[in-house]
């Protein structure tokens, strides 16, 4: 994890919020190369959830709901953790994850002997409070919402009648949540500020079942076809005493991190809680009915709900490689001479991520800085960045450091253009993960590139 942190910030990933005033405990900011990588993520997934699929439609509700909406939804009574405080070393603790957990005071793993300082478990509402209006009292207490389902679950009859859906079918929304986690940590894994990728599936009360297992499959190889492998990824069944207020069944999607296997994403079979609570709550009769059939019931409802951070971090790690070349990288010797010059074993750092997640998709270099190899390479990039290709233009230093450069933000190709690409309108393009070279037309990078990512 070290490794991957360190690597975060030094190429433009995350840094620490409010780095210049010391920080703020569990908050980042998205680097430039970062908030590319979660938009990817976000791209691929929306790709995967609404754009491929005719049962499926988006939404993007507010941040701010109507207090009444986390009353009914349960939040208000039963959005909590057991919260424990340490008298001697005076940190706080989750009751119910203490085996994870390290002495505020000693810095080792909590024993017996801080056991024994431990105030009795009391319930910590996690969502957090603000105030609409000019004038602050309980008339004016709102919620910076916890999750995003609950915008779906009070839109269920606009989006069901405007867009003209019969269940079964989804709605998709990706969006910013926010929870007052007792203790956040391990970088971007647990933070009070993330970004929720969650569809509700509307299904026919009798069908819960066939969709549920469909939607654990489902979303366990979107994982494995962005590149994650399948024996680092695992599903875990919710037993009883774990299930959610609202759940009848849950399955976890785990990935094997460096901190030991976590939860990357949850798959819930709802029921038909949220929506027969807010029906009765509002009085809206939140139901689907069949003007053929005159068929009428509230559907039940299976959710698949990712964190695009932990989904960010987990590709992060999946693709991370320190990767000894014989040699001293003496395999790319025709492009950037004899390695380290000593015959020795070099060692590149990589981020073998998949083309599609990659934050830049192309690398433009001149060889030289002259005989015209500049002029060309810049309008090759300016070629490649009016079809839609994040690309980086780079002129300085030796070719195999920039190889290294690219190589450690996982850019899966680079082009030269060097003395014959002048003359003949070739260029060689590199791949990142093989280092093979092959030369190409110039002309024919676009086609290439956009076969090569699909689209």
């Avoid at 491929?52 to 909590?80: C, E, I, K, M, Y």
């Avoid at 056991?115 to 709102?142: Q, Y």
């Avoid at 299904?203 to 494995?224: G, I, L, N, S, T």
Wanted: include cysteine.
């Amino acid at each position: 994890m070290e490794q991957i942190v360190n690597l975060a910030k030094r190429r433009g990933f995350v840094f620490p919020a409010s780095e210049i005033y010391g920080g703020l405990n569990s908050c980042w900011d998205y680097g430039p190369l970062g908030v590319e990588l979660k938009r990817n993520i976000k791209d691929a997934w929306w790709r995967s959830m609404v754009h491929t699929r005719r049962d499926v439609v988006g939404l993007d509700s507010a941040v701010l709901q109507h207090p009444q909406v986390w009353r009914t939804s349960g939040h208000v009574d039963n959005f909590s953790d057991p919260l424990v405080d340490c008298r001697k070393c005076k940190a706080r603790f989750r009751a119910d994850d203490l085996d994870n957990a390290s002495c505020g005071e000693r810095h080792k793993p909590i024993d017996d002997d801080c056991r024994k300082h431990f105030t009795e478990p009391r319930a910590f509402n996690l969502m957090f409070k603000t105030h609409l209006g000019p004038i602050e009292g309980e008339g004016s207490v709102a919620f910076l919402r916890p999750e995003t389902a609950q915008g779906i679950f009070t839109n269920y009859l606009n989006v069901q009648t405007t867009a003209r859906l019969k269940p079964p079918f989804g709605v998709a929304q990706i969006g910013k949540s926010f929870r007052n986690e007792i203790t956040p940590g391990n970088f971007i894994f647990r933070t009070r500020e993330f970004e929720q990728m969650e569809m509700e599936y509307f299904v026919p009360p009798a069908e819960w079942q066939k969709w549920f297992d469909y939607w654990r499959d489902e979303r366990f190889r979107w994982y494995v076809d962005l590149g994650i492998a399948p024996d680092r990824l695992r599903r875990r069944d919710h037993d009883q005493t774990e299930l959610a207020h609202y759940s009848n069944a849950t399955t976890d999607i785990e990935y094997l991190f460096p901190i030991g296997w976590k939860e990357l994403e949850g798959v819930a079979s709802r029921t038909d809680f949220d929506l027969r609570r807010h029906s009765e709550a509002s009085g809206k009769q939140l139901e689907y009915f069949d003007g053929q059939t005159r068929e009428r019931f509230q559907p039940w409802v299976v959710e698949p709900a990712a964190g695009v951070d932990r989904a960010m971090l987990a590709f992060l790690v999946e693709a991370y490689e320190e990767q000894a070349l014989p040699g001293g990288g003496a395999a790319e010797a025709g492009a950037e001479g004899k390695g380290n010059g000593k015959g020795e074993d070099d060692v590149r750092t990589v981020l073998h991520l998949h083309p599609r997640l990659a934050p830049i998709k192309v690398a433009i270099f001149p060889l030289v800085k002259k005989d015209g190899m500049p002029e060309m390479a810049n309008a090759l990039e300016d070629r490649l960045r009016k079809q839609g290709l994040s690309t980086f233009y780079d002129q300085s230093g030796a070719i195999g450091r920039r190889y290294r450069r690219q190589d450690e933000v996982g850019t899966p190709w680079c082009v030269t253009v060097d003395g014959d690409s002048v003359k003949e309108g070739t260029v060689t393009v590199r791949d990142r993960d093989s280092m093979v070279q092959e030369r190409v037309p110039a002309a024919d990078l676009p086609a290439m590139f956009a076969a090569r990512l699909g689209a």
